[in-house]
């Protein structure tokens, strides 16, 4: 388990740190799941980028609203369930090999990520940061 204090040099550092094994844990858990492209329906920019079971799938379809499965909790998650901030479903759209589903989506909340930038408020894509070389990030 990460600690939180890994979690804040992750999330708001500036030195890369990429999981570039990611996928491989997903296929070692035995998870079965699509990657999930959540996009702002009006402005087109990516939100960021999750994963479903059909479970999700099927919810998200009924509730008109961005569901996904944790990978890392193993669980099924609505988005914005206890920050408010949900993703209200305008369409799904799946790729030609069917193996990735796009979920066009408008925000219902104050944000879309999880952390918040320097005034405490919740960022508004999880795309907050900027490569400036192989090991580096900036905001912005």
Known sequence: MTSSTDHAALEEGLEQQLDFDKVAKIGRAGHQVVPVVLQDADSGDVLFIGYANDEAYRLTLERRSAVLYSTSRE?????????????????????????????????????VCHTKDESGSTRQTCYYRTVADADSLTFG
């Open 75 to 111: 669980e099924i998650w609505h988005k914005g369930a206890t920050s408010g901030d949900t993703l209200e479903l305008v369409d799904v759209r799946v790729n030609c090999e069917q193996n990735s589903l796009l979920y066009r989506v408008r925000k219902a909340g104050q944000g």
